[in-house]
């Protein structure tokens, strides 16, 4: 995708609901957060993603519903914000707070698995991930990933549901060289491509390399960033 200029993020919320669908607990997603976290820490334990839906109020919000049981409170672990292999920070130069919502997808076809690698504009160069990428001010994330994989592969695909949502936090620079203090919100979804074409990509000059279809056995020996492979391993099992 290409880089787009900083912009407020949507809010994001969290919301535990029951087996009858009756809100058990809410609270928004602060820098850092990751949702299943915060649901344990309040005393509910998350069994999977029951939807991604947005809100306007006026302005577009998130919500992540979760299905939740009562369980014993479990405190957020402690930990270190972790930063990009070899950063180098200027003296004085402090990072900019960032969080990110974007919208991804495990898109499958009748030609295997698409995927999208990272481009010499990113910190991950020539790793392998699901195509998607970064919401535009007041996007539905659902109508953002069905944009992205087009920009990114020339596909068209059809949503078939909510997958998970993962979370990062690091220390690190931007394509631009802006040192951040990053959250990244990746919402999943599981999508279908009815009429594959070979993969081109439209978004030239972005952070985004190149696209192809791959088989179980290319998954299996592609360089595959960390938080995609889990997805890839659940959605394709």
């Known amino acids: 995708?290409?880089?787009?200029?900083?912009?407020r993020p949507p809010r994001v919320h969290v919301r535990g609901v029951d087996r009858s669908g009756s809100l058990c607990h809410e609270r928004?997603?602060?820098?850092?957060?990751?949702?299943?976290?915060?649901?344990?820490?309040?005393?509910?334990?998350?069994s999977g993603l029951v939807s991604i839906s947005t809100l306007r109020s006026p302005t577009l919000e998130i919500a992540l519903d979760y299905?939740?049981?009562?369980?014993?409170?479990?405190?957020?672990?402690?930990?270190?914000?972790?930063?990009?292999?070899?950063?180098?920070?200027?003296?004085g130069e402090l990072p900019i707070?960032?969080?990110?919502?974007?919208?991804?997808?495990?898109?499958t076809s009748t030609r295997g698995t698409l995927m999208s690698q990272a481009s010499h504009r990113t910190s991950t160069q020539g790793q392998w991930g699901l195509p998607g990428g970064g919401l535009d001010d007041g996007e539905d994330?659902?109508?953002?990933?069905?944009?992205?994989?087009?920009?990114?592969s020339g596909q068209h695909?059809?949503?078939?549901?909510?997958?998970?949502?993962?979370?990062?936090?690091?220390?690190?620079?931007a394509p631009s060289r802006r040192l951040e203090d990053f959250h990244a919100i990746r919402l999943v979804y599981r999508a279908v491509c009815v009429a594959p074409t070979?993969?081109?990509?439209?978004?030239?000059?972005?952070?985004?390399?190149?696209?192809?279809?791959?088989t179980d056995e290319q998954l299996a020996q592609a360089d595959i960033a960390t938080w995609a492979r889990p997805l890839l391993t659940r959605s394709l099992a």
């Open 28 to 46: 928004w997603l602060r820098h850092g957060d990751d949702p299943q976290v915060v649901l344990r820490a309040q005393g509910w334990e998350p």
């Open 1 to 7: 995708m290409a880089e787009r200029a900083i912009t």
């Open 141 to 152: 994330p659902d109508d953002a990933v069905v944009r992205e994989v087009w920009e990114e």
């Open 97 to 107: 707070r960032y969080q990110r919502v974007a919208a991804y997808a495990v898109v």
């Open 67 to 91: 299905r939740v049981s009562r369980a014993p409170k479990t405190e957020p672990p402690a930990y270190d914000v972790p930063r990009d292999d070899g950063l180098r920070i200027m003296e």
């Open 157 to 173: 695909v059809r949503l078939a549901g909510a997958l998970d949502v993962v979370t990062q936090h690091w220390v690190g620079r």
């Open 198 to 214: 070979e993969p081109v990509v439209h978004d030239v000059g972005g952070t985004t390399a190149a696209a192809a279809w791959m």
